[in-house]
């Protein structure tokens, strides 16, 4: 065998003990599933909107009839949503890191 085998093969005391800090484990993505649960929600929302038989129909003479007022209620709606869940993804983010320092 060459050299460099016998130099890989050979194993110190130092190479075989184990570290002395554990390792750490995976971090959770929660910004992933909070997100997923929310697309979830909303494709289940829309699929259980137009799975009737003329709910299509009501749907489509809902947005036609909408008024500017209510438009604009219903974006600004949308947004707070958004912040909602972007704070709840801060919240989980801060108490996972508050346990990691633990």
Same mark, same amino acid.
């Given at each position: 065998m060459s050299d460099n085998t016998t130099e890989l093969l050979d194993l110190t005391e130092a190479d075989a003990t184990?570290?002395?800090e554990?390792?750490?484990?995976?971090r959770v993505r929660w910004a992933g599933i909070?997100? +997923?649960l929310v697309?979830?929600?909303?494709?289940? +929302? +829309?699929?259980?909107?137009?799975s009737g038989s003329d709910a299509l129909n009501a749907l489509q003479d809902w947005l036609f009839e909408l008024q500017v007022s209510?438009?604009?209620?219903?974006?600004i709606l949308g947004i707070g949503a958004f912040v909602l869940v972007c704070g709840l993804i801060g919240?989980?983010?801060r108490a996972q890191r508050g346990r990691e320092r633990r």
């Amino acid at each position: 065998m060459s050299d460099n085998t016998t130099e890989l093969l050979d194993l110190t005391e130092a190479d075989a003990t184990p570290p002395t800090e554990p390792q750490q484990r995976a971090r959770v993505r929660w910004a992933g599933i909070v997100w +997923g649960l929310v697309l979830l929600a909303c494709a289940a +929302g +829309g699929l259980w909107l137009v799975s009737g038989s003329d709910a299509l129909n009501a749907l489509q003479d809902w947005l036609f009839e909408l008024q500017v007022s209510a438009a604009i209620a219903y974006a600004i709606l949308g947004i707070g949503a958004f912040v909602l869940v972007c704070g709840l993804i801060g919240l989980l983010r801060r108490a996972q890191r508050g346990r990691e320092r633990r």
